[in-house]
């Protein structure tokens, strides 16, 4: 169990690029949605944007990788490595499912270990991947028809459809990452009840 590292830090760091990401996402559609004004507001969010979404991937993608190390270090039945945990968000196709299997592993896996029933909180892991995928699909629908002049109006639906889309997919994201969290530090023998 040497392996075992609290991923209490890193879930709250991650929480909070997330929820950066969120409130940035929604700030940058609704300056859309106020028509025509001054151009900085928009800039200035597009630049935050920039910084914001890498550290999401990163913090996210360490956080995961963090969690299922976690699991396998607690002796719970994974069978994806935390390398692939993360690395299955990269390859085409299999980006659908097996991400999803990594982190429901995890959860599972740190729920048994912690003497809790992780199959109440399934439910939670299957809206997060839900709003995951559909925001993706919705988010490039909105990419190809703002190439077209004709369709910019429904372009900037699909945007401010997508932004929700995201915004409803970080809460949800938060509280998996806060509950995933909490079970693991309770789980883990070197745990010191208060």
């Not at 994974?78 to 990594?102: D, E």
Request: aromatic letters at 12%.
């Amino acid at each position: 169990m040497a392996d075992f590292k609290d991923p209490t830090r890193l879930t709250r760091a991650a929480i909070v690029v997330v929820a950066a990401w969120m409130a940035s996402n929604l700030l940058q559609v609704l300056l859309r949605f106020l028509g025509p004004g001054p151009a900085y507001g928009a800039g200035v969010v597009a630049v935050l944007r920039l910084f914001i979404l890498p550290a999401c991937w990163i913090l996210v993608g360490m956080w995961i990788y963090r969690t299922n190390a976690n699991a396998h270090a607690l002796g719970g039945d994974v069978s994806i490595t935390p390398g692939w945990a993360i690395g299955w968000f990269i390859i085409p196709f299999a980006n659908l499912i097996l991400p999803y299997q990594g982190v429901s592993e995890t959860w599972l896996a740190s729920h048994e270990m912690a003497g809790l029933d992780g199959e109440a909180g399934l439910p939670l892991l299957r809206w997060w991947w839900g709003l995951w995928i559909v925001s993706g699909f919705v988010g490039y629908a909105a990419f190809f028809l703002a190439r077209d002049p004709e369709l910019v109006d429904a372009a900037s639906y699909a945007l401010l459809a997508e932004a929700l889309l995201q915004a409803a997919l970080s809460l949800v994201l938060i509280r998996l990452m806060r509950r995933l969290a909490t079970v693991q530090t309770t789980a883990h023998p070197g745990h010191v009840f208060a």
